[in-house]
């Protein structure tokens, strides 16, 4: 080993020299590796050169000197920027005396007007390493400049000049620069431009500086059929990001209005800018951030701030109304998530990872943020009570969801290893296959007793339950995790709830609703479906949820019996079955406890006589794609379900009053 070493230092002291030291001059190092620069040389990376130049107009317009833009896309792949901004410098630069500075400017990294703020206050180009880097990745570019009224052209290939800056002679009623490019096939190969992508780019630019107008124009022949991309169009939004929400969102339901506002810095002149939704009828949000028009899709400290500012709002509305228990639950993942959130600062000396910028790290952009929205956000809950407490009400939610999930998660762990443990008072069936065998959840101890005895022990299993179980409707995570009746189902079926449902660990194929025949069994069985409803709908979407129909009345005539299960089943019965002139007896079952086991195996547990009800989802609404039709009517039951059994007894009040006029026949 030793004497390899040896040979292959050798070999290294005679080949390496002084002559293998490059030195890289000019625009040769973005040539070489294009990817430090825009981050490869794939179509993506092509498309950052488009943002490069026109990050370059957005400057101007954000520093006052510019009012339009105008972008164009030739069939050739060749892009034309234009604004009516100062226009770059032409006169001769004091350092390279010979040369221009708009040439400084094109031929050389790290040369540009944006390095301090004498110039600029704010701007996207930071570097000076921008519109030189789309030079050298160009193998045809030509920048005119209409300054103090005259005509200025240089044209440049791959990044060399190719001609002296030329004087095109006066012009009237023009000012501004125009950069026209063309990307080099030696380095981009096939790749091509996307109308649709720049669209947006260009769009998003105009809802993030509300005082400039984009025109865009590209040619018909790049537009494919049903693209839905314009070929021309003018991109102008006073309302700035409130618009861009209000255009992205259309006619989806919000929870009030946007919560929109800016703030502008007087001494700095830096400026936050925001505008944040909350959709109330899916959980679908995002979040777009901007800094200096810059898009930072990976967030940064700005993105930090916001979200520092609307958290410690809510939850000082949150201990306001509701308590401090409350608000100490809620995280920024609950204030944050499914918002549509648009977010824009305007700050000087922006500091970036990379020069792609898609994450900002300037430390004070969080305060800048923080300082700026929270009290606006203060005022904005105080001032519609109802609105906030409806948002509050869903972020509570989604800390609630966020613990249970967490709950199950710990459960699984901590049980993973353990034999399976089942409650105490399950009386379980001797069969193991899902399929044939099912579980009755039985209302109280009395009945479960008289159900266990009327049971077959093979394939039947029964879990008594106290009484009336926990509104998981309107109950809290913390609630919900105590309480001991839905502990027991869950534990006794084995399949886990929420997003942690395995059908395969289904111990049961049926799970039966067992109660009274009477208006309390009722809201027993409905306080059950609405937990499976909420906590297992898979469950409910796969027909294992069944209601028992234990009858109310015994008929008996003679020697001949017959069970009714209401009223008007007794009325018809008595009609249709009591023949002759013998008395009839009506007995009415004060419950399933003061049931004879033999009548209650025969009336509702034997699978040869017994009816059942079974609990379902109409089939159109399952697996819902959420952008379908069919999604509407899933979130009307949803929402139908939140106002029967919810937190809000105005809903249910609301519903009665709707709904009595249908009510036609009332027991006093």
């Known amino acids: 080993m030793s004497d390899l070493f040896q040979s292959n230092a050798a070999r290294s002291d005679d080949d390496y020299s002084a002559k293998d030291i490059e030195v890289l001059e000019g625009l040769e190092p973005v ?8 981050g490869g040389t794939d179509e993506r990376a092509m498309h950052h050169l488009v943002a490069e130049v026109l990050d370059n107009s957005m400057d101007e317009a954000v520093a006052g000197f510019a009012s339009r833009i105008e972008i164009d896309l030739n069939a050739d792949m060749t892009v034309t920027i234009r604004d009516n901004g100062r226009g770059i410098p032409v006169d001769p630069h004091p350092k390279f005396k010979d040369k221009s500075a708009l040439e400084v400017i094109l031929s050389t990294l790290h040369a540009g007007g944006k390095f301090s703020d004498k110039v600029y206050s704010t701007s996207g180009g930071l570097h000076g390493v921008g519109i030189s880097v789309v ?23 791959r990044g060399i000049t190719q001609g002296p800056l030329e004087s095109k002679g006066p012009v009237q009623n023009r000012r501004g620069t125009t950069v026209r490019f063309h990307p080099d096939e030696e380095i981009f190969g096939k ?50 990001l409130a618009d861009f929400l209000n255009s992205t969102l259309g006619d989806r339901v919000l929870i009030g209005e946007a919560f929109a506002g800016d703030k502008e810095e007087g001494a700095t002149r830096e400026r936050v800018e925001w505008a944040v939704t909350w959709p109330d009828d899916r959980d679908d949000g995002f979040m777009n951030a901007y800094c200096n028009t810059i898009p930072t899709p990976s967030g940064g400290t700005h993105e930090a701030g916001l979200r520092t500012a609307l958290l410690r709002g809510i939850r000082a509305y949150a201990e306001m109304v509701g308590g401090q228990k409350k608000a100490a639950q809620i995280t920024a993942e609950d204030v944050m998530g499914g918002a549509c959130i648009m977010l824009s600062v305007f700050v000087r000396d922006p500091q970036f990872q990379g020069q792609t910028k898609e994450r900002l790290v300037s430390a004070h952009a969080s305060k800048l943020v923080e300082q700026a929205v929270k009290d606006r956000f203060d005022h904005w809950l105080s001032a519609s009570p109802e609105i906030s407490n409806q948002l509050l009400e869903r972020i509570t939610e989604r800390a609630d969801d966020r613990q249970r999930r967490r709950q199950q998660k710990e459960v699984s762990r901590k049980t993973a290893t353990r034999k399976l443990r089942l409650p105490g008072k399950l009386a379980d069936c001797s069969k193991s296959e899902q399929e044939s065998t099912e579980i009755f959840l039985v209302e109280g101890d009395s009945a479960g007793g008289s159900a266990k005895q009327a049971r077959n022990r093979a394939t039947q299993a029964i879990l008594p339950l106290r009484g009336k179980i926990l509104n998981v409707a309107s109950a809290s995570t913390e609630k919900l995790r105590g309480n001991q009746e839905l502990s027991d189902i869950s534990l006794a079926l084995g399949c886990g709830t929420g997003d942690r449902y395995d059908e395969d660990q289904l111990r049961y194929g049926k799970v039966i609703i067992m109660t009274d025949a009477d208006v309390d069994g009722a809201h027993i069985a409905s306080l059950l479906m609405t937990y499976f409803f909420r906590e297992m709908p898979k469950l409910v979407e796969q027909g294992h949820l069944y209601l028992a129909l234990p009858p109310l009345y015994r008929l008996t005539q003679g020697t001949k019996s017959v069970y009714a299960r209401d009223d008007a089943h007794r009325e018809e019965l008595i009609r249709t079955e009591m023949t002759g002139r013998a008395k009839i007896e009506v007995s009415r079952f ?24 079974r609990v379902a989802v109409p089939p159109a609404l399952k697996g819902l794609d959420p952008e379908s039709e069919d999604a509407e009517a899933r979130r009307a039951l949803e929402q139908t379900v939140e106002t029967l059994m919810g937190r809000k007894p105005e809903l249910r009040f609301q519903f009665i009053q709707e709904n009595a006029k249908f009510v036609t026949d009332i027991d006093v």
């Open 31 to 38: 040539r070489r590796r294009p990817g430090m620069y825009i």
């Open 590 to 613: 004060k419950g399933l406890g003061e049931m004879p086991p033999k009548q209650l195996k025969e009336t509702t547990m034997d699978p040869e006589k017994r009816i059942l009800l």
């Open 135 to 157: 030079n050298a990745l160009s193998d045809v570019m030509e920048v005119e400049v209409a300054r103090d009224k005259q005509l200025y052209v240089q044209r440049f290939s």
């Open 191 to 240: 790749a091509r431009f996307r109308p649709a992508q720049l669209y947006r780019l260009a769009r998003s630019k105009a809802y993030l500086f509300k005082g400039v107008e984009i025109r865009w124009s590209c040619d018909t022949a790049l537009i494919g059929e049903g693209d839905g991309t314009p070929t021309a169009a003018t991109l102008h939004y006073p309302g700035g």
